[in-house]
């Protein structure tokens, strides 16, 4: 069966500092994946999604960026943190030909 | 353009009576339609979708959807709530102008009473 990792699951950081969030998938290949922010226990805003290695769609212009460098692995990043940036951060894989994405356990980020 | 609507913030319900959710959508052509749970501090759950075909979908957890092409809604329904069931529920639909992403309602709060 398929799972999906994030880590970490809580972090702290000052603003200015930077960051790096890292999603895997296990049990699939070449699945679509997702990273999505969630403020104040709402609604999700979509920040990037991949189709494959190295192919990242941006949704949001902001001082985030993503990386895709295997085919499982999604990697979310920042140079410079703002408070803004405080979220719950939510990974998700689609697997190809499905319409359902299903998504890993969060990282509550805090920036201070 | 596509959306999805979910008029209520919260809906309160006492254990063991049904419960429905409401969730409408705006789209053009067939509707791939989502409902999730999302549980404190936890990632989403997917709990059923439709795409096509029995108008009445049967997901996880004893949830149903129920699928009206002519009210465009798709509200998710149990026959009778549980305390655990208390929880953050999204309703989605697939974007037609990329297959790659879903579109999210803004959440409806359910909260069940002992």
């Known amino acids: 069966s398929q799972t999906i990792h994030q880590w970490p699951a809580t972090l702290v950081q000052p603003v200015g500092s930077p960051l790096s969030l890292e999603c895997t998938v296990e049990g699939t290949s070449n699945p679509n994946l997702y990273w999505y922010r969630q403020a104040a226990g709402r609604g999700l805003q979509l920040l990037f999604y991949?189709?494959?290695?190295?192919?990242i769609s941006s949704e949001v212009p902001q001082n985030l960026s993503a990386s895709r460098p295997q085919d499982r692995q999604f990697i979310l990043s920042s140079k410079k943190l703002l408070l803004s940036d405080s979220g719950f951060y939510l990974c998700?894989?689609?697997?190809?030909?499905?319409?359902?994405?299903?998504f890993g356990p969060g990282t509550r980020l805090t920036v201070t | 353009a596509q959306s999805v609507a979910q008029p209520e913030d919260q809906v309160n319900v006492a254990e063991g009576n049904p419960l429905t959710v409401k969730c409408t959508y705006s789209?053009?052509?067939?509707?791939?339609l989502f409902w999730y749970v999302q549980y404190p501090n936890r990632g989403l759950q997917f709990l059923l979708k439709?795409?096509?075909?029995?108008?009445l979908v049967k997901g996880s957890y004893g949830f149903e959807a129920e699928f009206n092409k002519s009210q465009t809604s798709f509200h998710l329904k149990k026959p009778s709530a549980l305390v655990s069931d208390s929880a953050l529920y999204f309703c989605?639909?697939?974007?037609?102008?990329?297959?790659?992403?879903?579109?999210f309602g803004s959440g409806t709060r359910l909260s069940i009473r002992p």
């Open positions: 998700a894989w689609r697997a190809t030909g499905a319409y359902e994405q299903y």
């Open positions: 789209v053009s052509g067939n509707p791939y």
């Open positions: 989605a639909v697939r974007d037609v102008s990329s297959a790659s992403k879903i579109i």
């Open positions: 991949s189709v494959g290695i190295g192919q």
């Open positions: 439709y795409i096509t075909g029995d108008n």
